[in-house]
């Protein structure tokens, strides 16, 4: 899912280092856990949501079939069995009987049909509504060309759900664990629409509910007492705290008004160590730091022009210079080690001298009609953080050494990922992608066709299309890899996308709090951490 990272600030190393020291001044309130979240939510509505951010308090707030448990391992959530059928196309979920919203209404499998319907329909507009499509005819639904009712999805009782699929899916159970996946209240959307998830008129099935929303301030989640296991939740009260500039967020930690941070400034884990210990916390993610690029826009159409672009992208001075090694060069969009694949293939560069690789860029630049008395020139669009205008500055410099004319614009994360997901135009801009499962589909996914709201420069190469469908119908696990591995070969030489790092997760985990594990799926669900003092 999208990662909007920070908003712009000029505060450097030094600065950020003079606050002073672990000290932890602020009384901490003893019943509630101050979050440090990576931006304000555009919604609460799970249907509408994309981002990490959103993400985290929806985990709070809803329960899915499944969810994860604080080493990131899935786990029954309002689904307490399941079965499979032998074609592995239909599973069949029992609800757990004590699952109830937090107004006490029992929590029933219809209320999943009504969810999972929702979503799928066109006139939702979900963003993310594609990550759906296993469902059977989900697509055709989603387009309009079937109804809602023709969704593979039925409740032959209160407590029976049963999904129908287009074809065996192996990462199924980690997607119902997905914000895509969550129940709403039915009475709650027929009575407020789409105001549903305001805070006075929220109803939720997960270990918390919705208190207050103050934006660009807190959002404060109070535990719901008519959870099923309300009484192992040990924090009372959330209140996750928007985040977006890094410096700051650390000084406040610091002051003892944030808990935990779920991220740092890259270039200064070394200092953040030193001052802090072992509050700071890294761990494995899935995730991707990429530059999208215009392919419906000339020159950027030119894949000779994508190309000399990525050839210079120095990715081992980013990830260990700038992001202080919480970041892995990316040379592939898919990561090493995910599930039911093998190892990706790459675009062209790790191995090569970097004086070869200018020599290569400037002569695919030349061909494609650049040079001295015409040299290309770049809007690079990035979303502000500290480490992603370190990152714009350096990429630019790196471009500079083959002639190429960088202009920066940037805003907030909110207004930047909302203007790509609308279609606005642009020359290169940042993207970065946290996935939502283990598996090479949910990288590749997001440059096929059609898939805009995910693809904002509109890449659609039928021959990768065709790679992405046979991989989707083949059951055979093995050959569904090679489908995927040459499904990626297509775009790591064609650069819709430019891969630059891959991500690793990084926190600051005040001692009063317990709980916390770092896991690859980067879930920490409040349900399953404590308090101490």
């Not at 939740?233 to 406040?252: C, E, H, K, M, Y």
């Not at 808990?259 to 740092?264: E, T």
């Not at 070869?356 to 953080?385: I, M, Q």
């Not at 070969?489 to 926190?507: G, Q, Y």
Request: one cysteine or more; glycine letters at 6%.
């Amino acid at each position: 899912m999208l990662r909007p990272h920070r908003r712009h600030c000029l505060v450097g190393g030094a600065a950020l280092l003079a606050a002073g020291g672990v000290g932890r001044a602020a009384a901490a309130p003893a019943d509630l856990y101050r979050r440090g979240n990576d931006a304000d939510p555009e919604t609460l509505d799970p249907h509408k949501s994309s981002t990490v951010a959103e993400a985290h308090i929806l985990r709070d707030l809803y329960e899915g079939l499944l969810t994860y448990d604080n080493h990131g391992a899935i786990i029954p959530g309002a689904a307490t069995t399941w079965t499979v059928s032998e074609d592995r196309l239909t599973y069949e979920f029992t609800l757990r009987a004590d699952g109830r919203w937090s107004n006490g209404d029992p929590v029933r499998a219809a209320d999943f049909v009504f969810a999972l319907r929702r979503i799928l329909a066109p006139a939702t507009a979900a963003k993310y509504a594609e990550i759906l499509f296993p469902l059977k005819n989900a697509r055709s639904v989603n387009q309009g060309a079937l109804p809602p009712e023709a969704l593979g999805v039925a409740a032959p009782n209160e407590r029976r759900l049963v999904l129908t699929l287009e074809q065996p899916t192996p990462y199924l159970l980690e997607l119902l664990t997905h914000q895509t996946s969550l129940p709403v209240h039915p009475p709650s959307v027929a009575r407020h629409g789409d105001a549903f998830a305001r805070a006075a008129n929220s109803v939720t099935n997960g270990p918390y509910r919705l208190r207050e929303v103050v934006p660009n301030d807190r959002i404060t989640l109070e535990r719901n007492p008519h959870f099923h296991a309300a009484a192992t939740v040990a924090i009372p009260q959330v209140a996750f705290l928007p985040t977006p500039d890094l410096s700051s967020a650390v000084r406040r930690y610091a002051a003892g008004e944030i808990d935990s941070l779920a991220d740092l400034p890259g270039d200064q884990i070394a200092s953040l160590q030193a001052r802090f210990g072992t509050q700071v916390v890294l761990g494995p993610a899935l995730g991707l730091y990429a530059l999208a690029v215009n392919t419906r826009k000339a020159p950027f159409d030119d894949v000779r022009v994508r190309r000399a672009l990525s050839l210079v992208i120095d990715r081992e001075f980013l990830a260990s210079k700038l992001w202080g090694e919480t970041m892995e060069p990316a040379y592939a969009l898919c990561p090493p080690g995910l599930d039911h694949y093998r190892t990706p293939p790459e675009t062209a560069g790790r191995e090569v001298l970097p004086i070869d690789r200018e020599d290569e860029a400037r002569a695919l630049l030349a061909a494609a009609g650049f040079g001295e008395g015409r040299p290309l020139r770049v809007e690079y669009r990035f979303n502000t953080s500290d480490n992603n205008r370190n990152t714009a500055l350096a990429i630019a410099d790196m471009w500079r050494g083959i002639g190429v004319v960088t202009r920066f614009v940037y805003t907030d994360a909110k207004t930047h990922f909302a203007y790509l997901r609308d279609g606005g135009d642009f020359d290169v801009a940042r993207m970065s992608w946290i996935a939502d499962y283990s598996d090479p589909q949910n990288f590749l996914f997001l440059l096929e066709s059609g898939n805009d709201g995910l693809n904002p420069g509109h890449y659609s190469n039928p021959a990768y299309d065709a790679l992405m469908r046979r991989a989707a119908a083949e059951r055979d696990i093995a050959r569904r890899a090679d489908l995927l591995y040459e499904a990626e070969a297509v775009v790591v030489t064609e650069l819709p996308w430019i891969p630059v790092m891959h991500t690793r997760s990084k926190a600051l985990i005040a001692p009063r709090l317990a709980g916390y594990h770092p896991n690859l799926r980067n879930a920490a669900p409040t349900r399953f951490l404590r308090l101490t003092a």
